[in-house]
Protein backbone atom coordinates (compact mmCIF):
# COMPACT_ATOMS: atom_id res chain seq x y z
CA UNK A 1 0.00 0.00 0.00
CA UNK A 2 0.97 3.47 -0.26
CA UNK A 3 0.38 7.09 1.56
CA UNK A 4 -1.34 9.69 -0.43
CA UNK A 5 -0.48 13.10 -0.10
CA UNK A 6 -3.71 13.90 1.68
CA UNK A 7 -2.33 11.08 4.43
CA UNK A 8 -4.60 8.26 3.46
CA UNK A 9 -3.24 4.76 2.73
CA UNK A 10 -4.75 2.99 -0.20
CA UNK A 11 -3.99 -0.20 -2.01
CA UNK A 12 -1.32 -0.23 -5.02
CA UNK A 13 -2.86 -1.85 -7.92
CA UNK A 14 -1.42 -4.70 -9.46
CA UNK A 15 0.72 -3.73 -13.03
CA UNK A 16 -0.13 -6.07 -15.44
CA UNK A 17 2.76 -7.19 -18.34
CA UNK A 18 1.40 -7.19 -21.78
CA UNK A 19 4.12 -9.78 -22.77
CA UNK A 20 2.78 -12.13 -20.31
CA UNK A 21 -0.37 -11.58 -22.06
CA UNK A 22 0.70 -11.37 -25.35
CA UNK A 23 2.33 -15.35 -24.81
CA UNK A 24 -1.42 -16.12 -24.94
CA UNK A 25 -2.24 -15.21 -28.37
CA UNK A 26 -0.37 -16.83 -30.80
CA UNK A 27 1.37 -14.37 -33.33
CA UNK A 28 -0.56 -15.26 -36.49
CA UNK A 29 -4.37 -15.13 -34.95
CA UNK A 30 -4.48 -11.12 -35.21
CA UNK A 31 -2.65 -10.94 -38.56
CA UNK A 32 -5.00 -13.71 -39.99
CA UNK A 33 -8.07 -11.89 -38.28
CA UNK A 34 -6.87 -8.72 -39.99
CA UNK A 35 -6.21 -10.09 -43.56
CA UNK A 36 -9.69 -11.83 -42.81
CA UNK A 37 -11.39 -8.24 -42.91
CA UNK A 38 -8.99 -6.74 -45.51
CA UNK A 39 -7.20 -4.71 -43.01
CA UNK A 40 -3.83 -5.61 -42.97
CA UNK A 41 -1.98 -3.25 -44.94
CA UNK A 42 -3.73 -0.54 -43.57
CA UNK A 43 -2.27 2.13 -41.99
CA UNK A 44 -3.67 5.20 -39.83
CA UNK A 45 -0.79 8.07 -40.57
CA UNK A 46 2.00 5.90 -42.58
CA UNK A 47 3.55 4.45 -39.51
CA UNK A 48 0.74 3.13 -37.39
CA UNK A 49 0.20 -0.83 -38.23
CA UNK A 50 -3.24 -1.99 -38.16
CA UNK A 51 -1.77 -5.06 -35.87
CA UNK A 52 -0.80 -3.01 -33.24
CA UNK A 53 -4.40 -1.68 -32.69
CA UNK A 54 -5.86 -4.68 -31.04
CA UNK A 55 -2.74 -4.80 -28.25
CA UNK A 56 -3.70 -1.05 -28.00
CA UNK A 57 -7.72 -1.90 -27.27
CA UNK A 58 -7.04 -4.44 -25.00
CA UNK A 59 -4.24 -2.21 -22.83
CA UNK A 60 -7.02 0.35 -22.29
CA UNK A 61 -9.17 -2.35 -20.94
CA UNK A 62 -6.10 -3.31 -18.10
CA UNK A 63 -4.62 0.16 -17.65
CA UNK A 64 -8.04 2.04 -17.79
CA UNK A 65 -6.15 4.98 -14.88
CA UNK A 66 -3.97 5.94 -17.68
CA UNK A 67 -4.39 7.88 -20.48
CA UNK A 68 -4.39 6.73 -24.44
CA UNK A 69 -0.64 7.95 -25.22
CA UNK A 70 0.51 5.80 -21.97
CA UNK A 71 -1.66 2.70 -23.15
CA UNK A 72 -0.01 3.38 -26.12
CA UNK A 73 3.46 3.68 -24.57
CA UNK A 74 3.03 -0.30 -22.71
CA UNK A 75 1.90 -1.22 -25.56
CA UNK A 76 5.20 -0.16 -27.33
CA UNK A 77 7.18 -1.87 -25.03
CA UNK A 78 5.79 -5.13 -25.77
CA UNK A 79 5.15 -5.16 -28.85
CA UNK A 80 8.55 -3.72 -30.42
CA UNK A 81 8.45 -5.49 -33.59
CA UNK A 82 5.16 -4.39 -34.64
CA UNK A 83 6.61 -0.15 -34.63
CA UNK A 84 9.98 1.27 -36.07
CA UNK A 85 9.41 4.24 -33.67
CA UNK A 86 10.09 4.79 -30.45
CA UNK A 87 8.53 6.76 -27.63
CA UNK A 88 8.93 10.29 -28.32
CA UNK A 89 7.10 9.95 -31.88
CA UNK A 90 4.23 8.01 -30.43
CA UNK A 91 1.16 9.24 -32.92
CA UNK A 92 -1.29 11.85 -31.66
CA UNK A 93 -4.35 10.80 -30.01
CA UNK A 94 -6.62 12.17 -33.13
CA UNK A 95 -4.29 9.43 -35.72
CA UNK A 96 -5.44 7.14 -33.14
CA UNK A 97 -9.40 7.83 -32.74
CA UNK A 98 -9.03 7.33 -36.84
CA UNK A 99 -7.28 4.11 -36.78
CA UNK A 100 -9.91 3.00 -34.48
CA UNK A 101 -12.49 3.94 -36.99
CA UNK A 102 -10.42 2.58 -39.55
CA UNK A 103 -10.23 -0.79 -38.10
CA UNK A 104 -14.15 -1.03 -36.63
CA UNK A 105 -15.23 -3.47 -33.82
CA UNK A 106 -15.98 -6.25 -36.09
CA UNK A 107 -12.64 -7.07 -36.60
CA UNK A 108 -11.76 -7.01 -32.49
CA UNK A 109 -14.95 -9.48 -32.26
CA UNK A 110 -13.41 -11.58 -34.68
CA UNK A 111 -10.36 -11.82 -32.70
CA UNK A 112 -12.56 -12.40 -29.48
CA UNK A 113 -13.99 -15.41 -30.89
CA UNK A 114 -11.23 -17.07 -32.27
CA UNK A 115 -9.27 -16.90 -29.45
CA UNK A 116 -11.57 -17.80 -27.12
CA UNK A 117 -12.37 -20.96 -29.10
CA UNK A 118 -8.64 -21.50 -29.09
CA UNK A 119 -8.74 -21.12 -25.35
CA UNK A 120 -11.66 -23.16 -25.02
CA UNK A 121 -10.07 -26.09 -26.37
CA UNK A 122 -6.91 -25.99 -24.91
CA UNK A 123 -8.18 -25.82 -21.37
CA UNK A 124 -11.65 -28.52 -21.67
CA UNK A 125 -10.69 -31.14 -19.39
CA UNK A 126 -10.93 -28.32 -16.48
CA UNK A 127 -14.24 -27.86 -18.31
CA UNK A 128 -15.39 -31.50 -17.85
CA UNK A 129 -17.90 -32.77 -15.54
CA UNK A 130 -19.27 -36.68 -16.19
CA UNK A 131 -18.02 -36.23 -19.74
CA UNK A 132 -19.68 -33.00 -20.46
CA UNK A 133 -18.53 -29.43 -21.00
CA UNK A 134 -19.92 -27.06 -18.24
CA UNK A 135 -20.85 -23.47 -18.80
CA UNK A 136 -22.14 -20.81 -17.36
CA UNK A 137 -25.16 -18.56 -19.34
CA UNK A 138 -25.48 -15.46 -17.92
CA UNK A 139 -25.94 -12.07 -18.13
CA UNK A 140 -24.55 -8.40 -16.45
CA UNK A 141 -24.25 -4.54 -17.68
CA UNK A 142 -21.96 -2.51 -18.11
CA UNK A 143 -21.82 1.81 -17.66
CA UNK A 144 -20.45 4.03 -21.05
CA UNK A 145 -19.55 7.26 -20.72
CA UNK A 146 -22.32 9.70 -20.45
CA UNK A 147 -22.71 11.36 -24.11
CA UNK A 148 -25.88 11.91 -26.20
CA UNK A 149 -24.58 8.97 -28.85
CA UNK A 150 -24.31 6.57 -26.20
CA UNK A 151 -27.67 7.38 -24.98
CA UNK A 152 -29.27 6.78 -28.18
CA UNK A 153 -27.87 3.54 -28.56
CA UNK A 154 -27.76 1.77 -25.40
CA UNK A 155 -30.15 3.68 -23.41
CA UNK A 156 -30.44 4.08 -19.56
CA UNK A 157 -32.02 1.93 -16.75
CA UNK A 158 -34.46 3.69 -14.03
CA UNK A 159 -33.52 3.82 -10.91
CA UNK A 160 -35.51 3.02 -7.71
CA UNK A 161 -35.78 6.69 -6.63
CA UNK A 162 -37.79 8.07 -10.35
CA UNK A 163 -35.49 9.10 -13.42
CA UNK A 164 -33.16 7.44 -15.68
CA UNK A 165 -29.64 6.36 -14.41
CA UNK A 166 -26.51 8.68 -14.55
CA UNK A 167 -24.72 6.70 -17.12
CA UNK A 168 -26.13 4.55 -20.49
CA UNK A 169 -25.36 0.66 -20.00
CA UNK A 170 -24.39 -1.77 -22.24
CA UNK A 171 -25.74 -5.21 -21.69
CA UNK A 172 -24.34 -8.31 -22.06
CA UNK A 173 -24.73 -12.26 -21.90
CA UNK A 174 -21.85 -14.25 -21.53
CA UNK A 175 -20.87 -17.36 -22.56
CA UNK A 176 -18.22 -18.46 -19.75
CA UNK A 177 -16.58 -21.85 -18.80
CA UNK A 178 -17.84 -22.90 -15.13
CA UNK A 179 -14.25 -23.75 -13.75
CA UNK A 180 -11.98 -21.36 -16.25
CA UNK A 181 -13.64 -18.12 -16.19
CA UNK A 182 -12.78 -18.05 -19.62
CA UNK A 183 -15.54 -16.21 -21.59
CA UNK A 184 -16.46 -18.30 -24.44
CA UNK A 185 -19.07 -15.98 -25.96
CA UNK A 186 -21.13 -12.85 -25.47
CA UNK A 187 -23.72 -10.85 -27.16
CA UNK A 188 -23.89 -6.96 -26.68
CA UNK A 189 -26.94 -5.23 -26.77
CA UNK A 190 -28.85 -1.53 -25.65
CA UNK A 191 -29.76 -1.94 -22.54
CA UNK A 192 -33.89 -2.20 -23.03
CA UNK A 193 -32.94 -6.02 -24.72
CA UNK A 194 -33.96 -7.95 -21.79
CA UNK A 195 -31.06 -10.77 -20.71
CA UNK A 196 -33.43 -13.62 -22.57
CA UNK A 197 -34.07 -11.56 -25.79
CA UNK A 198 -30.11 -11.29 -25.98
CA UNK A 199 -29.49 -15.09 -24.95
CA UNK A 200 -31.93 -15.73 -28.72
CA UNK A 201 -28.68 -14.91 -30.85
CA UNK A 202 -26.80 -16.65 -28.43
CA UNK A 203 -28.19 -20.40 -29.44
CA UNK A 204 -26.29 -20.46 -32.89
CA UNK A 205 -23.49 -20.17 -30.60
CA UNK A 206 -24.12 -23.16 -28.45
CA UNK A 207 -22.54 -26.67 -29.21
CA UNK A 208 -23.46 -30.61 -28.23
CA UNK A 209 -22.48 -31.50 -25.56
CA UNK A 210 -22.63 -28.23 -23.51
CA UNK A 211 -24.09 -28.91 -19.52
CA UNK A 212 -25.70 -25.18 -19.15
CA UNK A 213 -26.01 -24.13 -16.00
CA UNK A 214 -28.68 -21.12 -15.53
CA UNK A 215 -30.91 -19.10 -13.19
CA UNK A 216 -34.40 -19.19 -12.58
CA UNK A 217 -34.85 -16.69 -15.94
CA UNK A 218 -35.12 -19.81 -18.00
CA UNK A 219 -37.58 -21.70 -16.11
CA UNK A 220 -40.29 -21.34 -19.27
CA UNK A 221 -40.95 -24.40 -21.79
CA UNK A 222 -39.35 -22.69 -24.29
CA UNK A 223 -35.84 -22.45 -23.20
CA UNK A 224 -35.62 -26.38 -22.01
CA UNK A 225 -36.86 -27.27 -25.38
CA UNK A 226 -34.57 -24.95 -27.46
CA UNK A 227 -31.34 -26.21 -25.47
CA UNK A 228 -32.38 -30.16 -26.05
CA UNK A 229 -33.25 -28.94 -29.57
CA UNK A 230 -29.22 -28.07 -30.26
CA UNK A 231 -28.37 -31.12 -28.27
CA UNK A 232 -27.56 -29.09 -25.20
CA UNK A 233 -28.31 -29.97 -21.63
CA UNK A 234 -29.05 -27.82 -18.60
CA UNK A 235 -29.36 -27.08 -14.76
CA UNK A 236 -31.36 -24.86 -13.95
CA UNK A 237 -32.87 -23.67 -10.77
CA UNK A 238 -36.80 -23.24 -10.49
CA UNK A 239 -39.34 -20.83 -9.74
CA UNK A 240 -42.88 -20.61 -8.87
CA UNK A 241 -46.27 -18.38 -10.25
CA UNK A 242 -49.32 -18.72 -11.95
CA UNK A 243 -47.30 -18.00 -15.00
CA UNK A 244 -44.80 -20.29 -14.84
CA UNK A 245 -44.76 -23.74 -16.52
CA UNK A 246 -45.13 -25.91 -13.73
CA UNK A 247 -43.53 -29.62 -14.10
CA UNK A 248 -46.28 -32.61 -13.80
CA UNK A 249 -44.63 -35.21 -11.90
CA UNK A 250 -44.66 -38.37 -13.70
CA UNK A 251 -42.47 -41.03 -11.41
CA UNK A 252 -40.20 -40.81 -8.43
CA UNK A 253 -36.64 -41.46 -9.36
CA UNK A 254 -35.61 -41.05 -5.68
CA UNK A 255 -36.00 -38.84 -2.14
CA UNK A 256 -36.67 -35.44 -3.31
CA UNK A 257 -35.86 -36.57 -7.40
CA UNK A 258 -38.77 -36.81 -9.58
CA UNK A 259 -39.15 -37.44 -13.83
CA UNK A 260 -41.36 -34.69 -14.77
CA UNK A 261 -42.83 -33.40 -17.91
CA UNK A 262 -43.58 -29.82 -18.85
CA UNK A 263 -46.08 -28.85 -20.80
CA UNK A 264 -46.65 -26.29 -23.70
CA UNK A 265 -50.07 -23.97 -22.95
CA UNK A 266 -52.39 -23.01 -25.86
CA UNK A 267 -50.34 -19.97 -25.98
CA UNK A 268 -46.61 -21.42 -26.24
CA UNK A 269 -48.01 -23.81 -29.08
CA UNK A 270 -49.77 -21.46 -30.98
CA UNK A 271 -46.03 -19.28 -30.93
CA UNK A 272 -44.05 -22.44 -31.07
CA UNK A 273 -46.02 -24.82 -32.88
CA UNK A 274 -43.15 -27.33 -33.73
CA UNK A 275 -42.00 -28.05 -29.68
CA UNK A 276 -43.70 -31.05 -28.31
CA UNK A 277 -44.12 -31.62 -24.68
CA UNK A 278 -40.12 -31.90 -22.23
CA UNK A 279 -39.55 -34.42 -20.29
CA UNK A 280 -37.13 -32.97 -16.89
CA UNK A 281 -35.95 -34.04 -13.99
CA UNK A 282 -36.84 -32.47 -10.29
CA UNK A 283 -34.91 -32.49 -7.65
CA UNK A 284 -35.50 -31.04 -4.46
CA UNK A 285 -33.56 -30.57 -1.07
CA UNK A 286 -33.85 -28.42 2.06
CA UNK A 287 -31.63 -26.79 4.42
CA UNK A 288 -32.54 -26.23 7.69
CA UNK A 289 -33.81 -23.03 8.18
CA UNK A 290 -34.26 -22.27 4.38
CA UNK A 291 -36.91 -22.67 1.60
CA UNK A 292 -36.54 -25.91 -0.32
CA UNK A 293 -34.96 -25.15 -3.38
CA UNK A 294 -35.99 -27.28 -7.00
CA UNK A 295 -33.62 -27.45 -9.79
CA UNK A 296 -34.66 -28.42 -12.96
CA UNK A 297 -32.55 -30.82 -15.56
CA UNK A 298 -32.78 -32.17 -18.88
CA UNK A 299 -29.83 -35.09 -17.25
CA UNK A 300 -32.82 -37.74 -16.80
CA UNK A 301 -31.04 -41.04 -15.45
CA UNK A 302 -30.57 -41.25 -11.56
CA UNK A 303 -27.64 -44.07 -12.49
CA UNK A 304 -25.57 -42.39 -14.18
CA UNK A 305 -25.97 -38.64 -13.26
CA UNK A 306 -26.50 -38.97 -8.88
CA UNK A 307 -29.46 -36.16 -7.76
CA UNK A 308 -27.26 -34.64 -5.20
CA UNK A 309 -24.12 -34.50 -7.31
CA UNK A 310 -26.28 -32.31 -9.76
CA UNK A 311 -27.69 -30.09 -7.00
CA UNK A 312 -23.69 -29.42 -6.20
CA UNK A 313 -22.90 -28.77 -9.32
CA UNK A 314 -25.50 -26.45 -9.73
CA UNK A 315 -24.03 -24.31 -6.79
CA UNK A 316 -21.12 -23.32 -9.26
CA UNK A 317 -23.38 -21.25 -11.40
CA UNK A 318 -22.52 -18.46 -8.79
CA UNK A 319 -18.89 -19.01 -10.56
CA UNK A 320 -20.77 -16.31 -13.36
CA UNK A 321 -21.26 -13.87 -10.59
CA UNK A 322 -17.57 -14.08 -9.55
CA UNK A 323 -16.41 -14.07 -12.98
CA UNK A 324 -18.31 -10.75 -13.71
CA UNK A 325 -16.28 -9.59 -10.69
CA UNK A 326 -13.47 -10.13 -11.08
CA UNK A 327 -13.61 -8.53 -15.07
CA UNK A 328 -15.78 -4.99 -13.66
CA UNK A 329 -13.86 -4.51 -10.57
CA UNK A 330 -10.81 -6.43 -10.03
CA UNK A 331 -9.36 -5.64 -13.28
CA UNK A 332 -10.82 -2.41 -14.17
CA UNK A 333 -11.17 -0.58 -10.87
CA UNK A 334 -13.32 1.54 -12.29
CA UNK A 335 -17.22 2.59 -12.16
CA UNK A 336 -16.95 3.03 -15.95
CA UNK A 337 -14.84 0.65 -17.69
CA UNK A 338 -14.66 2.80 -21.49
CA UNK A 339 -13.64 5.72 -22.14
CA UNK A 340 -15.16 6.19 -25.88
CA UNK A 341 -18.23 8.88 -26.13
CA UNK A 342 -19.61 6.70 -29.37
CA UNK A 343 -21.28 3.54 -29.65
CA UNK A 344 -19.24 1.75 -32.04
CA UNK A 345 -16.07 2.71 -30.38
CA UNK A 346 -17.59 1.53 -27.04
CA UNK A 347 -17.96 -2.34 -28.49
CA UNK A 348 -14.46 -2.09 -29.70
CA UNK A 349 -12.81 -1.47 -25.93
CA UNK A 350 -16.08 -4.32 -25.10
CA UNK A 351 -14.23 -6.80 -26.73
CA UNK A 352 -10.92 -5.60 -26.13
CA UNK A 353 -11.91 -5.90 -22.36
CA UNK A 354 -12.76 -9.68 -22.81
CA UNK A 355 -9.78 -10.22 -24.50
CA UNK A 356 -7.36 -9.25 -22.25
CA UNK A 357 -10.04 -11.09 -19.23
CA UNK A 358 -9.06 -14.08 -21.28
CA UNK A 359 -5.49 -14.13 -22.01
CA UNK A 360 -5.29 -13.38 -17.65
CA UNK A 361 -7.79 -16.34 -17.10
CA UNK A 362 -5.68 -18.72 -19.79
CA UNK A 363 -2.30 -17.68 -17.54
CA UNK A 364 -4.52 -18.88 -14.17
CA UNK A 365 -5.61 -22.29 -15.94
CA UNK A 366 -1.91 -23.19 -17.09
CA UNK A 367 -0.70 -21.84 -13.47
CA UNK A 368 -3.41 -24.44 -12.16
CA UNK A 369 -2.64 -27.37 -14.18
CA UNK A 370 0.95 -26.93 -12.82
CA UNK A 371 0.37 -26.92 -9.47
CA UNK A 372 -2.61 -29.64 -9.86
CA UNK A 373 -5.56 -27.72 -9.01
CA UNK A 374 -8.81 -26.01 -10.31
CA UNK A 375 -8.17 -22.81 -11.92
CA UNK A 376 -10.99 -21.19 -9.79
CA UNK A 377 -8.45 -22.01 -6.43
CA UNK A 378 -6.53 -19.74 -7.92
CA UNK A 379 -6.87 -16.12 -6.49
CA UNK A 380 -7.49 -13.34 -9.75
Not at 31 to 44: P, T, V
Not at 65 to 92: C, F, K, M, Y
Not at 157 to 162: A, D, E, H, L, V
Request: proline share 6%; charged share 25%; net charge positive.
Amino acid sequence: SVVSAGGRRRVKRPQFELKALAEVVPPSLVEDCLSEADKRDQRANGKLPMALLPWLLIGMGLFRDLNIAQVLSRVVEATRDLVPWGHAELPHATSLAKARDRLGWEVVRTIFRKLAALLTKQHSEALLWYGKSVFTLDGTTFRTPDTPANEAWFGRPGTSRGGPSAFPHLRAVMLMGAWTHVVAEVVFGPYHLGELKLAEHMLERLKPGMLLLLDRAFHTFVWPARFLERGVDFVMRAKSGRCVATPKKLRRLGPGDWLCVLQANAYTRRRWPGFEDVLVRMITRRRRGFRPVSILTSLLSADDYPAQEIFNLYTDRWEAELGYRELKVHLVDEPIPFRSHRPDRVLQEAYGLLIAYNCVRALMCRGAEVAGVRPIELSF
